[in-house]
């Protein structure tokens, strides 16, 4: 058996755990493992493919990022391609992957990847490849799985920010905005606000208004606590529904946003006359070593990779079903996207305990 590895969109700590994991499973099992570079741009002539042995993933479990390396971009059943005059169209690709994977002698693949990649392996299982799914996001904003990967180690980092801002921000009497990443979903804002005691916590999922947000910081004010920290999510609308962008996206990639916590120490700084100070977290949530949790799991995920490899499980994903490691058709985890509940226990004790949500 000859199976092959590939690691797709945004990069997440824990990815290394989980090829080296996959790579020492199926290696015990007797199989030979090939590394795709880069998404599926190893399949496309775009990059390489690598044989991954016991010596190539030695040493590699707590180090951050992909040695496979990664890209969101090149969806090969929409790979932009410019044309001579500079504007873009998207073309099919997938024949190139399916072809070349069975030149190449790929029997099966494991795809770690978020919900594009998943996307992506979908669609390719249609077209007749085997292929097994590892879900991976910082955001943890997949379904079917209790948790990602990635997502532990992001709330640590934006815990021991929000720390640091503390610190600072009580020195002075200062209001301190803290931008971390989450498009479309909340979990890193709410899980990092609620334990690193934010006063207010800004989510994708539950839209914000600025009168309550200076409410909130003036009311602490009146009681004495002269600063105020705000954890808000890159992704976040206001009640008339605006995000923050950055600028227009290029071509097949997802929309950018961040800038919100500029504009909101701004927007709080001019209403309330309290200083504001404001910072983007940014990439540092995607980077480093990945936690203990985050290093357990992306093993558990890699071996239980294998095994579905073993098990013929096309189009299924592993997924954490706490206790267990189970698989989910990637259909089925797809089919309505991870988001915050805003009834859920987290954001009512987070209510309970005096945080505002901006509503
Ligand atoms: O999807 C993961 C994620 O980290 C988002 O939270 C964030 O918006 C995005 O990736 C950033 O992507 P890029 O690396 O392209 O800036």
């Keep these: 058996m000859r199976i092959a590895i590939s690691t797709g969109g945004g990069d997440a700590p824990g990815l290394n755990a989980v090829i080296r994991a996959a790579t020492l499973s199926a290696i015990d099992r007797g199989w030979s493992v090939l590394g795709i570079k880069r998404g599926y741009a190893g399949l496309l002539g775009e990059d390489e493919v690598i044989m991954l042995t016991a010596d190539s993933v030695r040493g590699i479990a707590h180090l951050g990022g992909t040695i496979l390396r990664t ?11 410019q044309r001579s005059d500079g504007s873009w169209q998207e073309i099919d690709r997938s024949g190139e992957i399916l072809d070349n994977a069975r030149n190449l002698g790929i029997e099966a693949l494991i795809s770690i990847g978020g919900d594009g990649s998943l996307a992506i392996a979908q669609r390719l299982v249609e077209r007749g490849m085997r292929i097994v799914g590892v879900p991976k996001t910082i955001d943890n904003d997949v379904s079917g799985t209790v948790t990602t990967f990635g997502f532990d180690t992001a709330v640590q980092t934006a815990i021991e920010a929000i720390d640091k801002l503390h610190t600072t921000a009580e020195s002075h009497d200062r209001v301190m905005v803290l931008e971390v990443m989450g498009r479309d979903a909340g979990f890193i804002a709410l899980h990092s606000g609620v334990s690193g005691t934010a006063d207010v916590v800004l989510i994708p999922e539950i ?20 600063f105020a920290i705000i954890v808000v999510a890159e ?22 946003v961040g ?6 120490a701004t927007a709080i700084q001019d209403r309330t006359g309290k200083e504001c100070r404001s910072m983007v977290l940014g990439h540092l949530q995607r980077g480093g070593m990945p936690t203990g949790y985050d290093r ?10 294998a095994q579905a490899v073993a098990d013929g499980k096309w189009g299924h994903m592993v997924a ?29 004790t987070a209510r309970a305990i005096g945080i505002s949500f901006g509503d």
């Design 296 to 305: 357990l799991l992306a093993t558990r995920f890699g071996g239980a990779a």
């Design 207 to 226: 839209p914000w208004r600025i009168e309550n947000v200076c409410e909130a910081v003036m009311e602490r004010d009146r009681r004495g606590r002269k």
């Design 71 to 81: 890209t969101n971009r090149g969806n090969p059943f929409e790979f932009p391609v």
């Design 259 to 264: 800038g919100i916590a500029q504009r909101l």
């Design 235 to 256: 992704g976040v609308r206001d009640v008339s529904g605006h995000e923050s962008l950055i600028g227009a996206s290029p071509p097949g990639q997802d929309r950018r």
């Design 320 to 348: 954490l079903q706490t206790p267990n490691i189970v698989t989910v058709p990637i259909a089925e985890a797809l089919k309505v996207p991870k988001r915050v509940d805003p009834n859920h226990d987290v954001v009512q």
